[in-house]
């Protein structure tokens, strides 16, 4: 998601924490903005379901799931899918797309996931991990709940980029180390501030090892071809060859 507005660092340290991240005030306008967008449509999901490959009869956990696109797509493909996510406007949503059968729960990435050892083949965590600032205990939560040789499917901001864009308007952010970022949403007439922490690709990487985990994938993957066509405005700029552009980056992790 494209940033709104972005509120100064030295304005985020004295703000309440809850005041951040109200996903349940923003959940109608954020599900309908996900719906059909360019880079969660046609970029982001379409990258992590080439990413998962053949489903078929694999547990999924969907780890902050929202209002349930990709959950509603693994299943599609034959997947055994749990949605956990720290919002129950998002999840009130998701079960009116998936049905009353459907396993959503309310869980907030930071805490202990209620789920036994080994219960699933493959989490997927599409675009959450960007949201806490300390990974360790989640990616060990991950770890816990996947069985041995399962996968874990991520994608984030790309770290690149957000430097990118915050020095393009006038900030002088370092690539390095892990720093606070706050956006100002507004979606179906709700606003809300987001938080971010942003971290360097090395930041990543040592902390999905130190987890336990192997790096399968690290993927920068190429938008779909439907989408130069269907988002015109957006693509004016680019040559007819050019399949790929930057935003989110995307991992697949082994659990070993």
């Given at each position: 998601m494209a940033p709104m507005s972005t509120i100064p660092e030295d304005h985020v340290e004295a703000a309440d924490p809850s005041a951040f991240n109200d996903y349940d005030r923003l959940a109608e306008g954020y599900a309908a903005e996900n719906e059909n967008n360019l880079l969660n449509a046609y970029y982001?999901?379409?990258?992590?379901?080439?990413l998962a490959g053949d489903v078929t009869g694999r547990r999924i956990l969907d780890a902050g799931c929202g209002a349930g696109p990709l959950f509603a797509a693994l299943r599609d493909r034959g997947a055994v899918v749990t949605g956990v996510d720290a919002s129950a406007g998002m999840l009130e949503l998701a079960r009116r797309r998936l049905g009353a059968d459907a396993d959503l729960r309310v869980a907030d990435l930071a805490?202990?996931?209620?789920?036994?050892?080994?219960?699933?083949?493959?989490?997927?965590?599409?675009?959450v991990l960007h949201y806490l600032e300390d990974w360790g205990p989640t990616l060990t939560e991950f770890r816990r709940v996947l069985r041995p040789g399962g996968r874990l499917l991520v994608?984030?901001?790309?770290?690149?980029?957000?430097t990118l864009m915050r020095h393009m308007a006038g900030e002088k952010p370092s690539y390095f180390g892990i720093r606070n970022r706050v956006e100002e949403w507004t979606m179906g007439g709700q606003t809300a501030r987001m938080s971010f922490w942003d971290r360097p690709l090395h930041e990543m990487t040592e902390a999905f090892i130190a987890a336990g985990f192997r790096i399968d994938v690290i993927s920068e993957p190429p938008f779909v071809p439907e989408a130069r066509d269907l988002f015109p405005e957006q693509f004016s700029e680019y040559e007819p060859t050019r399949t790929r552009f930057l935003s989110f980056l995307f991992f697949v992790l082994d659990a070993g």
């Open positions: 982001e999901r379409p990258a992590m379901l080439e805490d202990p996931l209620p789920f036994p050892d080994g219960a699933f083949d493959d989490v997927v965590a599409s675009l994608s984030v901001d790309h770290p690149f980029v957000i």
